[in-house]
């Protein structure tokens, strides 16, 4: 409850601040907050869990506890040794979003920024890509595909 309590108040904002002066800014200043935030949370988590790794698996385990991947409704993660896919099937903002008649959100630099700075506290080495996310065209059954590898490694 608490979580959802947090990304309605996360939305609540946005949606005040794109109403007052444009979806533009609103992302943008969206941006930055969860550019902080990212690494905040991975700073709390691994001193709450006492996760030490700074692998891509101990990151990703540290991400499944992120208030990002717990509100995923529908997610799928795939985790390899130098490698991991987590990929939102099923996207309850988005979904809320066309719900009020609202065009996609184009969450694409919030997300990527949030996942840099979170994947960064565990180790500067892990490379995160975006493969799709809005607003970028994805297909009915992806809303966003996020991919974590280790610089340097072929995989």
Not at 79 to 99: G, L, M
Not at 105 to 128: D, H, Q, S, Y
Request: aromatic content about 10%; proline content about 3%; some cysteine.
């Amino acid at each position: 409850m608490h979580l959802r309590n947090m990304w309605a108040v996360d939305g609540l904002y946005y949606l005040g601040i794109e109403e007052s002066i444009g979806t533009e800014v609103a992302t943008e200043i969206d941006r930055k907050v969860w550019d902080v935030m990212g690494r905040i949370e991975a700073q709390r988590i691994k001193k709450l869990f006492n996760i030490t790794g700074t692998d891509i698996k101990s990151m990703i385990k540290a991400l499944g506890y992120s208030g990002w991947a717990l509100d995923l409704e529908d997610k799928e993660i795939f985790v390899e040794k130098n490698k991991a896919i987590v990929r939102n099937t099923k996207c309850r903002v988005q979904n809320t979003r066309i719900k009020k008649g609202l065009i996609e959100f184009g969450c694409k630099p919030v997300r990527f920024g949030f996942l840099k700075a979170f994947a960064k506290e565990f180790n500067p080495n892990i490379v995160v890509t975006c493969n799709v996310c809005p607003p970028d065209n994805h297909p009915e059954d992806l809303w966003c595909e996020w991919e974590f590898k280790m610089k340097g490694n072929k995989i």
